[in-house]
């Protein structure tokens, strides 16, 4: 588990964290040593009691709503929950609705990550792109199925408590950034599939020309002010196929894409 940094953001989600200087080379160095021990160290104890919960969970939210891939629903079934929201409200981790994990933010409800997660068709193995790490919590569902995840978050002290959250539960598989997501990940493209969890006006040109031929990019797509639709991307002969899921509602991509509106 490492975290990095680059100019500018892509929106994320997650609690409040002392300031760290990230973007200092001695800095990117401190967290990458630390993440990679704390990787390395077998991760933390998950407590059982929450794993009924989650059962629960995957079969009267997320099973009954239609998810059938076998890899999303084992992935929803192990990833700890309520380790990624702030301990007070760890007994709703597993609840039907987003919750609060501060800095105005919210974690998406728990149907809305496997739904993103299953569209992105993944088999296992592949080598994904997140843009929007927040709490964290999405990147782990994709780190249990994906070979590699690389997630961009806009917020250094956001990314910094994520990348925390899953070196802590060895996740050595997942690579957190500060940074503009609206770039992409440019010097580790191509991806068999790209996942974005903000919503976006139009489609930021890089994630596109970073997918793989084949791979899918998932987003919702449409106002942030208002509603989006989920929406599927597949990359055929360098050409985009687009599907149109459900509407959505996500809080707005923030960085270069707001340059693009004006």
Same mark, same amino acid.
């Given at each position: 588990m490492r975290?990095?940094?680059?100019?500018?953001?892509?929106q994320?989600r997650g609690?409040?964290?002392?300031?760290?200087?990230l973007?200092?080379?001695s800095?990117?160095?401190?967290?990458?040593?630390l993440f990679?021990?704390?990787?390395c160290s077998?991760g933390?104890q998950?407590?059982p009691?929450?794993a009924?919960m989650?059962r629960?969970m995957v079969a009267r939210?997320?099973e009954?709503?239609?998810?059938?891939?076998?890899?999303? !629903?084992k992935?929803?079934?192990?990833?700890? /929950?309520h380790l990624?929201?702030?301990?007070?409200?760890?007994g +709703? @981790?597993?609840? #039907?609705y987003?919750?609060?994990?501060?800095?105005g933010?919210?974690i998406s409800?728990?149907y809305?990550v496997?739904l993103m997660?299953?569209?992105?068709?993944l088999?296992?193995?592949e080598?994904v792109?997140?843009?929007g790490?927040?709490?964290?919590y999405?990147?782990?569902?994709?780190?249990r199925i994906?070979?590699?995840?690389?997630?961009?978050e806009?917020n250094?002290?956001?990314a910094f408590?994520?990348g925390?959250?899953?070196a802590? !539960?060895g996740?050595?598989?997942v690579?957190? /950034?500060?940074g503009?997501?609206f770039?992409?990940w440019p010097e +580790? @493209?191509?991806f #068999?599939?790209?996942?974005?969890?903000?919503a976006a006006p139009?489609v930021p040109?890089a994630l596109?020309?970073q997918?793989a031929?084949?791979g899918?990019l998932?987003?919702?797509l449409?106002?942030?002010?208002?509603y989006?639709?989920l929406?599927?991307?597949t990359k055929?002969?360098?050409?985009?196929?687009?599907?149109?899921?459900?509407?959505?509602?996500f809080?707005?991509?923030?960085?270069?894409?707001?340059?693009k509106?004006r």
């Amino acid at each position: 588990m490492r975290v990095t940094t680059s100019e500018g953001g892509s929106q994320g989600r997650g609690r409040n964290h002392p300031q760290a200087n990230l973007k200092s080379p001695s800095g990117v160095m401190a967290l990458s040593l630390l993440f990679a021990a704390l990787a390395c160290s077998g991760g933390a104890q998950v407590d059982p009691g929450f794993a009924a919960m989650r059962r629960t969970m995957v079969a009267r939210q997320i099973e009954a709503r239609g998810v059938r891939d076998p890899l999303v !629903l084992k992935a929803m079934a192990e990833v700890p /929950r309520h380790l990624f929201v702030p301990a007070d409200i760890a007994g +709703e @981790a597993y609840e #039907d609705y987003p919750l609060p994990i501060g800095e105005g933010q919210t974690i998406s409800q728990p149907y809305i990550v496997a739904l993103m997660t299953e569209c992105l068709a993944l088999e296992g193995g592949e080598k994904v792109l997140e843009i929007g790490t927040g709490s964290g919590y999405q990147a782990a569902v994709l780190g249990r199925i994906a070979g590699e995840v690389f997630s961009i978050e806009i917020n250094a002290a956001l990314a910094f408590r994520a990348g925390s959250t899953l070196a802590e !539960l060895g996740y050595a598989n997942v690579r957190v /950034r500060a940074g503009d997501g609206f770039f992409g990940w440019p010097e +580790e @493209a191509p991806f #068999d599939a790209v996942i974005v969890t903000a919503a976006a006006p139009e489609v930021p040109p890089a994630l596109f020309d970073q997918l793989a031929e084949g791979g899918r990019l998932v987003l919702p797509l449409g106002d942030p002010k208002t509603y989006q639709r989920l929406t599927v991307i597949t990359k055929r002969g360098d050409k985009p196929r687009t599907e149109r899921v459900l509407d959505v509602r996500f809080v707005p991509m923030t960085g270069e894409i707001e340059k693009k509106k004006r």
